[in-house]
Nanobody, 116 residues
Framework: QVQLVESGGGLVQAGGSLRLSCVAS????????MGWHRQAPGKQRELVAY???????NYADSVKGRFTISRDNAKNTVYLQMNSLKPEDTAVYYC??????????WGQGTQVTVSS
């Protein structure tokens, strides 16, 4: 099993920045994609961003131009740099990884709160 540990969440004022990190450990072979989902209270979980093993990135329209996803394969770590944060970004952010022929694993989440 893959263990995913997120860090970097917290409270930030609107317009500020935050960087989330997620470290994968355990059975970490064949990781194809690493990324982030988020879920705000009363709302559906949504994809925020992901990055493939080849470095291709995708972002939700709501975060394009503000968030940047990156990964360090040597450290089995994915990052989410969040700039120009808005109150609407307040949510629990969940790290995930997709492994070839093994499906998806999830972290336990880290809270991001953006005050106005």
């Amino acid at each position: 099993q893959v263990q995913l540990v997120e860090s970097g969440g917290g409270l930030v004022q609107a317009g500020g920045s935050l960087r989330l990190s997620c470290v994968a450990s355990g059975n970490i072979f064949s990781i194809e994609t690493m990324g982030w989902h988020r879920q705000a209270p009363g709302k559906q979980r949504e994809l925020v961003a992901y990055i493939t093993s080849g470095g291709t990135t995708n972002y939700a329209d709501s975060v394009k131009g503000r968030f940047t996803i990156s990964r360090d394969n040597a450290k089995n770590t994915v990052y989410l740099q969040m700039n120009s944060l808005k109150p609407e970004d307040t949510a629990v952010y969940y790290c995930y990884v997709v492994q070839y022929l093994r499906g998806t694993s999830w972290g336990q989440g880290t809270q991001v709160t953006v005050s106005s």
